[in-house]
C-alpha cells in the first residue's frame, strides 16, 4: 500500500488522536524521526504514514529489516561485504558472487523514505558506516570508484529503549543523535483500552473481505473478553487472536469458546 494517511488509523482515545497529531506535524517536516513502540504497536504503519503525507510521497517507501542484515560483521569479512552490499550496493566482479551491478537500500530509496525497522539490533560498526554515508549524502557501492549522490528521508522504529543502550555503549551515539532529531512515541494497547473495540471490529471487517466471508458484528461478550484479554503483541497479536476465532467459528456469530 503507498498510499495511507493517518485516516487510515483506527482509534479515538486521546492519546490516538495526540499520535495521528504528531504525524501529521511529521509529515510536514522533512528531518529524521525515531518511532519508539512495543511490538505490534504498528510502528512501520505510522513511518507509512509519515511518507504518505510528505513532499517525498510519490518515492518510494523502502523497509529494511536490520534483523536481517550480519551482526558478525567484525569477525567475518564475507558477512561484512554482504551487510554493506545490501546498505549501499556493489558492482559486478565486487566479490566472487556479484554476477551483475546491485543497489543498495539507499538508492533504492531515493528521492523517497527508508524506514530501519528495528535499528537497534544493527552491528555498531554499519551504524557509524551508516551515519557517513547519511551526513555526507553521497555513498559508494563495494567494489566501486566513484560516489553517488542521493537525497532521501530516514525513519527508525525501535521497540527498545536504545536511549540505555547508548549509555552502555552498545548503540552508536552520534547515530542515535542523528536519528532522534524527531520522536515518535506509539501508545500500547492497554495504555488506550477504548480503542479495543473500534479496532477489532475494523480488523473483523478487513479480515472477513480476505477470507471471503461474511463479516459479523462483535457483541457485548466477546468485546469484554479482548478487553480483558493480555496483548503484548498489541495490535498484530489481536489481529492474529481474532483470525483464528474467525477460522475456528461455527455457523452464526463469533463466540468466546472460539477464542481458546
Known amino acids: 500500500i503507498d498510499a495511507w494517511t493517518v485516516d487510515d488509523f ?24 525515531m518511532i519508539t513502540g512495543e511490538p505490534g504497536t504498528g510502528k512501520e504503519l505510522a513511518a507509512r504514514a509519515i511518507h504518505a503525507g510528505s513532499s517525498r510521497h510519490s518515492g518510494p517507501f523502502v523497509p529494511l529489516r536490520c534483523a536481517g542484515l550480519p551482526a558478525d ?11 554493506l552490499s ?3 550496493g556493489h558492482v559486478q566482479g565486487a566479490f566472487p558472487e556479484a554476477g551483475q551491478d546491485q543497489e543498495g537500500v539507499i538508492q533504492q530509496a531515493h528521492g523517497g523514505t527508508l524506514y530501519l525497522d528495528e535499528v537497534g539490533v544493527l552491528a555498531l560498526p554499519l551504524q557509524a558506516h551508516l551515519l557517513r554515508v547519511l551526513s555526507e549524502r553521497k555513498v559508494q557501492r563495494t ?17 527498545e529503549d536504545l536511549a540505555v543502550q547508548v549509555e552502555v555503549a552498545a548503540f552508536h551515539a552520534p547515530f542515535y543523535e542523528h536519528l532522534t532529531a524527531h520522536t515518535l512515541s506509539i501508545p500500547a494497547l492497554r495504555d488506550r483500552p477504548e480503542d479495543i473495540p473500534l479496532l477489532a471490529q475494523w480488523m473483523i471487517d478487513d479480515l472477513s473481505r480476505g477470507l471471503e466471508t461474511k463479516s ?8 469484554q473478553l479482548l478487553g480483558n484479554t493480555p496483548l503484548p503483541g498489541n495490535a498484530r497479536e489481536l489481529r492474529h487472536l481474532l483470525e483464528r476465532a474467525l477460522r475456528e467459528q461455527g455457523p452464526g456469530d463469533l463466540r468466546p469458546q472460539d477464542f481458546n
Open 143 to 159: 567494489g566501486g570508484s566513484e560516489p553517488e549522490a542521493f537525497d532521501l528521508r530516514i525513519i527508525a522504529g525501535s521497540s
Open 10 to 33: 483506527v482509534g479515538a482515545s486521546t492519546a490516538h488522536r495526540q499520535m495521528l497529531e504528531q504525524i501529521r506535524q511529521l509529515q510536514e517536516d522533512g528531518g529524521p524521526v
Open 73 to 83: 560483521v567484525t569477525t567475518s569479512l564475507t558477512r561484512r561485504t554482504q551487510a
Open 86 to 88: 545490501q546498505l549501499f
Open 216 to 223: 459479523v458484528q462483535l457483541g457485548e461478550e466477546i468485546l
